[in-house]
């Protein structure tokens, strides 16, 4: 390879672990035609292409129009957005109200840059539901969470308890893919938090799992990390009742294929899902026998 051919190379890697690797305009941008003559002489000449066009001086009031930010990914500022987004939340009555309404919030930039609404996938009236962190680079193709790699080890898991996506709910935090896959911010995560709060009204699944530090460390709003909270029973109140929902941390399957030393914890965490289950499903039936036939004769 040539000398400008690793540079190259070296720029896109540097761009794509930055997480800049979405288009996010039908035609890319030349910055430099629109640089004014103060910023070019900041500019190193050999970065200044040969044929570039003129400087254009900017009006002092009106940017270059090419250098506008799209409207559409102008966020909200936060404390508005925070209140749309539960505002748009408490409103959906149905899952399709719900999916509709994250795919109206404009809040949150990751939807400018993401290909698809990544909702969910497997059964809306399955007893466990799974909530992940957010949808990678496959996931944002097919717009259905854990489909790659992790999704995959996420099914072998979920077999070896005897479930698959028709007897349980996988969805994320958040919806959209971040850039790069790189990890929610908090503000991003914030934003997104009365929308996996009314998704979990929605479905009422008997139990939760969450899967990964930052699923866990958001929804049992712990500081500690996945290490400590996995394998720990957690409760999630029921909206408008005194009940709640057994809620279990569990390691994300993405971490699990980089440190497969961990499964032998990760196969602990499913089995005591798969008993609890198992629990909750006996608890109606020992109480009914309790009441049932003798009380009513
Ligand atoms: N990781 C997640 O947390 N969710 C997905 O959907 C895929 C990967």
Redesign the pocket.
């Known amino acids: 390879m040539t000398e400008d051919r690793l540079q190259d190379a070296a720029a896109l890697a540097w761009l794509i672990a930055v997480g800049a690797d979405e288009a996010i305009a039908d035609e890319p941008i030349d910055r430099f035609r629109t640089l004014s003559r103060q910023d070019r002489s900041i500019v190193p000449a050999r970065l200044i292409p040969a044929g570039a066009s003129p400087p254009v001086e900017p009006t002092p009031d009106v940017p270059p129009t090419d250098l506008q930010v799209p409207a559409q990914i102008q966020p909200l500022g936060t404390p508005q957005a925070a209140a749309t987004a539960r505002e748009l939340a408490a409103g959906a009555n149905t899952l399709d109200e719900l999916k509709d309404a994250i795919a109206r919030f404009d809040g949150l930039t990751l939807k400018a840059t993401a290909t698809n609404l990544?909702f969910a996938d497997g059964n809306p009236k399955a007893r466990l539901m799974l909530i992940?962190?957010?949808?990678?680079a496959e996931?944002d193709r097919r717009g259905l969470?854990?489909?790659?790699a992790?999704?995959q080890l996420l099914d072998r898991m979920l077999a070896a308890i005897g479930h698959d996506r028709t007897s349980c709910y996988?969805t994320?935090i958040v919806n959209w893919r971040p850039p790069g896959n790189r990890k929610p911010s908090p503000a991003e995560m914030t934003l997104c938090l009365p929308f996996i709060e009314r998704h979990i009204a929605l479905i009422n699944p008997a139990l939760i799992v969450l899967?990964?530090d930052?699923?866990a460390k958001t929804l049992t709003n712990r500081n500690e990390g996945i290490t400590r909270l996995r394998g720990k029973w957690f409760t999630w109140p029921k909206p408008d009742s005194t009940d709640a929902i057994p809620v279990l941390p569990t390691f994300?399957?993405?971490y699990l294929l980089r440190s497969p030393g961990q499964k032998r914890e990760a196969w602990a965490d499913l089995l005591a899902v798969k008993r609890k289950l198992a629990e909750l499903e006996l608890q109606p039936k020992v109480l009914s026998n309790l009441v049932s036939p003798q009380d009513g004769e």
């Open positions: 990544v992940g962190e957010a949808p990678g996931e969470p854990f489909v790659g992790s999704g996988i994320n899967l990964g930052t699923a994300h399957p993405a």
